[in-house]
């Protein structure tokens, strides 16, 4: 079954450090999305992203993040200068989107098992 | 008032029990609806779309409440594999792109 991978698995910064967490969407999917999650908090919508264009965006995704589909396989979120508050769970998902009342249902999003960043 | 509340548990569940749980969400113009499942530290995975008849699957049944703006999840035959927290998620659209808005999730423990 295809399934959204995401790299490294674990990542360790020091504060002000630019990172970058690397998503591998499914193949023949069409829209892409970072979600984040605090230790023990919720889910948190972060950015959707679609034909090479930000859709929508939280308020949570200032100006310190951005988004890039550099090739056709991976989608990227950079932190351009880490904070210790960005320590938390970086999910990346996809999903499928078949405007069809006869389609099966794809407007699911399937995510990856996500990157653990810890800001020191 | 949260977007989308659910009760936190821990529901401690015996073996081949029913458990049940709700959850709110304050945005009347929502259009999608499902259950999410997440083990500890693990990215959540979708358990089913919820769907306005009501839907069930095997021992999963999921029911929304537009009146009322609360959706259901009921479990039957609780195994100790169903032991994780459950995610109730809303979308303001079917349409691909939209943000998912995520509860905090309801914990459930299924003991021997």
């Known amino acids: 079954e295809p399934e959204v991978t995401q790299t490294p698995s674990h990542q360790v910064t020091q504060m002000g450090q630019e990172v970058i967490l690397r998503c591998v969407p499914i193949?023949?999917?069409?829209?892409f999305y970072w979600y984040r999650q605090i230790l023990g908090q919720k889910v948190e919508f972060l950015v959707s992203f679609y034909n090479n264009e930000i859709s929508e965006k939280s308020e949570i995704f200032d100006d310190q993040f951005s988004v890039e589909r550099p090739d056709g396989s991976n989608f990227t979120l950079k932190i351009r200068s880490t904070k210790l508050e960005d320590s938390a769970m970086y999910f990346c998902?996809?999903?499928?989107?078949?405007?069809?009342?006869?389609?099966?249902?794809?407007?699911?999003?399937?995510f990856g098992p996500g990157t653990r960043l810890t800001v020191l | 008032r949260k977007e989308v509340e659910q009760d936190p548990g821990p529901f401690n569940v015996p073996e081949g029990a029913t458990v049940a749980f709700n959850c709110t969400y304050s945005n009347s113009a929502s259009q999608s609806f499902f259950w999410y499942r997440q083990d500890c530290r693990k990215e959540p995975k979708l358990l089913m779309s919820v769907y306005s008849s009501g839907n069930e699957d095997g021992r999963f049944t999921a029911q929304l409440n537009r009146a009322s703006q609360y959706i259901s999840l009921l479990i039957r035959d609780s195994k100790l594999s169903d032991s994780a927290t459950y995610l109730c998620?809303?979308?303001?659209?079917?349409?691909?792109?939209?943000?998912?808005?995520f509860g905090g999730g309801t914990r459930v423990l299924v003991k021997p």
């Open positions: 998620v809303v979308c303001k659209s079917r349409a691909a792109g939209n943000k998912l808005t």
């Open positions: 998902a996809s999903s499928l989107w078949v405007n069809s009342s006869e389609a099966p249902r794809t407007d699911t999003q399937y």
């Open positions: 193949s023949n999917h069409l829209y």
